[in-house]
């Protein structure tokens, strides 16, 4: 029996022995977690340093089409998994929503690096966003500063693994009616998050009228 059967195959169900080579018994989320989880296609962008050890690992060194995952791609529209490598700025976060929002579903994120995970070094700076997954969900962070390319492979092997236990019947992405976009945060003085909008206008609307009642008193 190959490889490839002993990983799809059912060990619940035997098959005769003469029949192993023609006959294979599976089930539908294993062959449909097994076809998308080596053939993810990343987003090609990169935000700082750790971008280099991303290209690094892409390389013949390391290579990454062992894991199908070589066909890197400039539109958002052709990829399934975004790397965020990198410091993320308050510059770029309308950016990576945009994109985000544009990739077709089912989608992942990476957080390569604590600048993308946490803030990193840069946590306390008034320009640095303390990580992305306060606008946008992610699936695996990947420690350090910058990680390794072997440290961006186990990433992506443990993005792998949440995709094998995964099932048709409960993702998302085939739930009836459209997902919704994530609203796109707004740079101006600051950085402002739409989804944030009513606590802003009750923070407003209180210091309204506190404002009143002192020039009232």
Same mark, same amino acid.
């Given at each position: ?135 946008? #969900?992610?699936?695996?962070?990947? *420690?350090?500063? %910058?990680?390794?390319?072997?440290? &961006?492979?186990?990433? $992506? @092997? ?13 993702? #998302?992405?085939?739930?009836?009616? *459209?997902?919704? %976009?994530?609203?796109?945060?707004? &740079?101006?003085?600051? $950085? @402002? ?25």
């Amino acid at each position: 029996m190959s490889a490839l059967a002993k990983e799809l195959g059912n060990p619940d169900i035997p098959v005769p022995a003469d029949l192993e080579s023609v006959v294979n018994i599976t089930s539908l989320d294993k062959i449909y977690n097994w076809s998308r989880r080596n053939s993810l296609w990343p987003m090609m962008f990169g935000l700082a340093c750790c971008a280099i050890e991303m290209i690094c690992t892409a390389a013949s060194r390391y290579d990454l089409s062992r894991f199908g995952m070589e066909v890197m791609r400039p539109s958002a529209r052709q990829a399934d998994m975004m790397i965020v490598s990198g410091t993320v700025t308050k510059k770029m976060v309308p950016q990576i929503v945009r994109l985000y929002n544009q990739m077709p579903e089912p989608k992942y994120v990476i957080a390569m690096g604590a600048c993308a995970s946490g803030g990193g070094p840069f946590k306390e700076g008034y320009n640095v966003v303390s990580g992305i997954d306060k606008f946008i #969900p992610v699936d695996v962070y990947i *420690p350090g500063c %910058p990680p390794t390319p072997q440290a &961006l492979l186990n990433g $992506l @092997i443990a993005l792998q693994k949440k995709i094998d236990a995964q099932s048709i019947g409960s993702v #998302p992405w085939y739930r009836p009616g *459209p997902s919704e %976009p994530i609203p796109v945060p707004i &740079l101006g003085p600051d $950085l @402002i998050d739409p989804r944030h909008a009513p606590l802003l206008r009750k923070h407003a609307a209180e210091a309204a009228v506190k404002q009143m009642e002192a020039a009232n008193a």
